[in-house]
């Protein structure tokens, strides 16, 4: 029973701060990379930012660089995405997912039922 769960969305202020957890169950985030990806309604879902297995190497979509931060805890099974300097634009549902460290969503096999970020100008 591998699943993903998101927490730690809600409502906030333009400026104002977010921090997202991925917990995993079993082994899904041995040797498995974590991605976050987002969802505005009418729009595509699109990479936010990943982070490799060892927890060395990151990468993030240009839009989010400086503001959003990827971690994750030593034992592989929980992440995290700190948000801070949130915007409007940054309103959607956030996802986490594992598979393969790319912004590819289709190498991502395990996905998570999302968590809502709403940003109030």
């Known amino acids: 029973q591998v699943q993903l769960v998101e927490s730690g969305g809600g409502s906030v202020q333009a400026g104002g701060q977010l921090r997202l957890s991925c917990a995993a169950s079993g082994h899904t985030f041995s040797h498995s990379a974590m991605g976050w990806f987002r969802q505005a309604p009418g729009k595509e879902r699109e990479f936010v930012a990943a982070?490799?297995?060892?927890?060395?190497?990151?990468y993030y979509t240009n839009s989010v660089k400086g503001r959003f931060t990827i971690s994750r805890a030593s034992d592989e099974n929980r992440g995290y995405l700190q948000m801070n300097s949130l915007q409007p634009d940054d309103t959607a549902v956030y996802y986490c997912?594992?598979?393969?460290?790319?912004?590819?969503?289709?190498?991502?096999?395990?996905w998570g039922r999302g968590t809502q970020v709403t940003v109030s100008s």
């Open positions: 997912a594992a598979g393969s460290y790319t912004d590819y969503q289709g190498a991502y096999e395990l």
């Open positions: 982070i490799h297995w060892s927890g060395g190497m990151t």
